[in-house]
């Protein structure tokens, strides 16, 4: 069962724009992770935010967590054409649970 | 050093037959989760093994099983094959058992079952 709710489903963005996706989960959480899937292919590890931080940087990544509301955000800013994947954040319990995740398509 | 390896990367099979998927983890790590991922439940977590035991496992019928080698690496079987086990079969290992590691995953193993 998912624990993650990303929102929106699928984003759609020009290069250099920004995009910002949501993740809403249910219970509480020891750190949340965000991965990237690029066309079916195997998930890369994008950042690990822990509960007791409140954002977190990585290059052009930011990723903000809000233990209060349960939702964190991962915001990559100057898209380009190879951010086009799909983003998934995980949460962890015995297991990393996953949400269903966002498809963003990033055009040239 | 070498990413986490899947083999085979693709493969067609048809109901009732049975399937072993392998898995080589990074080298020095221990831990090695599955995961499967279909359009309709997503991503779904199977098993975890550190140190050849199998420390969680997840909501799948006793069909699907899997074991660790004393070189980490690790194999998934799944027996009686049903049409709704057509997947992308993801491996993860990270170097220390748990969800708190980052996990490194391989490209997957695509089952059809035909």
């Known amino acids: 069962s998912q624990q993650g709710e990303e929102d929106p489903q699928a984003l759609s963005i020009q290069e250099g724009e920004n995009a910002t996706m949501n993740c809403s989960y249910k219970?509480?959480?020891?750190?949340l992770q965000w991965y990237r899937q690029n066309s079916g292919r195997g998930l890369v590890h994008l950042i690990l935010?822990?509960?007791?931080?409140r954002e977190k940087h990585s290059g052009r990544l930011r990723v903000t967590l809000d233990t209060s509301k349960k939702s964190s955000s991962l915001l990559i800013t100057a898209s380009r054409a190879a951010d086009t994947a799909s983003y998934f954040c995980?949460?962890?319990?015995?297991?990393?649970?996953f949400g269903k995740g966002t498809t963003l398509s990033v055009s040239s | 050093k070498a990413g986490v390896t899947q083999t085979p990367r693709y493969l067609i099979k048809t109901r009732g037959q049975q399937v072993t998927l392998s898995c080589s983890p990074i080298?020095?790590?221990?831990?090695v989760s599955w995961y499967q991922q279909t359009p309709g439940q997503g991503l779904q977590f199977l098993f975890e093994?550190?140190?050849?035991?199998?420390?969680n496992k997840g909501n799948f019928p006793g069909r699907f099983s899997g074991r660790q080698f004393s070189n980490s690496r690790s194999e998934m079987n799944v027996s009686t094959l049903e049409l709704g086990d057509s997947a992308l079969y993801l491996c993860?290992?990270?170097?220390?058992?748990?969800?708190?590691?980052?996990?490194?995953f391989g490209p997957g193993t695509r089952l059809t079952v035909l």
């Open positions: 993860a290992s990270s170097l220390d058992a748990g969800v708190g590691n980052e996990q490194f």
């Open positions: 219970t509480s959480i020891n750190n």
């Open positions: 935010i822990r509960s007791n931080e």
């Open positions: 995980a949460t962890d319990g015995t297991a990393l649970i």
């Open positions: 080298s020095g790590h221990r831990s």
């Open positions: 093994y550190f140190s050849e035991t199998q420390r």
